[in-house]
């Protein structure tokens, strides 16, 4: 089956705009998770959604938030984005239940903000 | 804190044993996580523990837990050149269950020099 699918690869952006990234989920996983990774800081978790609801939020500032839609696929935008914004998101997604289970990654969106 | 810590390079020469070691914080996690992440590509999960297991064997990898001193470690034998790789050591924060909300380490570059 397909696995994780981000969209685009690749974005360059400008200091001050705002930005989408979309995520679709393996057929059948409920939960969408993003995580930014820099070479500075690693990989940092940003929000966990499962069933459209937001379950779990990481310590990042309101200009980055996310949504989910009713076929699961996510999306996360970024507002009045600053050059350390420049980073590798990473979506992961889920079929979680209340057995362990594992997590599936995409490649990643590679944003570069100049 | 929450706060997972690794080594951040491991060189070792092809056909030896690698191990690769992680600390972390938080001592009610559930799960304990190893992945790998190639140049250019996602995160994929290689194997975990559960927190009331010492040791976990699944082919070339071994995982071994100590939950006293909060030490996780990786040991891959026979490493091959194709596990070049950056490798990373998650653990669930407190609470939780599923993959969905993952505290990660700064990762071990990995080289195998043939």
């Known amino acids: 089956k397909a696995g994780v699918t981000q969209t685009p690869r690749y974005l360059i952006k400008t200091r001050g705009q705002q930005v989408t990234l979309s995520c679709s989920p393996i057929?059948?996983?409920?939960?969408v998770s993003w995580y930014q990774q820099t070479p500075g800081q690693g990989l940092q978790f940003l929000f966990e959604?499962?069933?459209?609801?937001?379950?779990n939020k990481g310590n990042f500032p309101g200009r980055f938030s996310g949504r989910q839609f009713s076929n699961s696929r996510s999306e996360m935008n970024v507002s009045t984005l600053e050059l350390g914004d420049s980073a590798l998101y990473l979506c992961?997604?889920?079929?979680?239940?209340?057995?362990?289970?594992?997590?599936?990654f995409g490649q990643g969106t590679r944003l570069t903000v100049v | 804190g929450e706060d997972v810590e690794q080594s951040l390079f491991l060189s070792v020469r092809e056909g030896d044993s690698s191990v690769i070691n992680c600390t972390y914080t938080?001592?009610?996690?559930?799960?304990l996580y190893w992945y790998k992440q190639e140049p250019g590509a996602g995160l994929q999960l290689l194997t975990y523990?559960?927190?009331?297991?010492d040791m976990k064997q699944d082919q070339r990898l071994t995982v071994l837990l100590n939950k006293k001193d909060k030490h996780l470690s990786l040991r891959i034998a026979d490493t091959q050149t194709g596990d070049s790789a950056i490798y990373f050591c998650?653990?669930?924060?407190?609470?939780?269950?599923?993959?969905?909300?993952?505290?990660f380490g700064k990762g071990t570059k990995l080289s195998v020099k043939p």
């Open positions: 992961a997604s889920s079929f979680p239940d209340r057995v362990h289970t594992e997590a599936f």
């Open positions: 057929s059948g996983h409920r939960s």
């Open positions: 959604y499962f069933s459209e609801t937001q379950r």
């Open positions: 938080d001592s009610s996690s559930t799960y």
């Open positions: 523990i559960f927190s009331n297991m």
């Open positions: 998650a653990e669930t924060p407190r609470g939780g269950g599923s993959q969905g909300n993952l505290i």
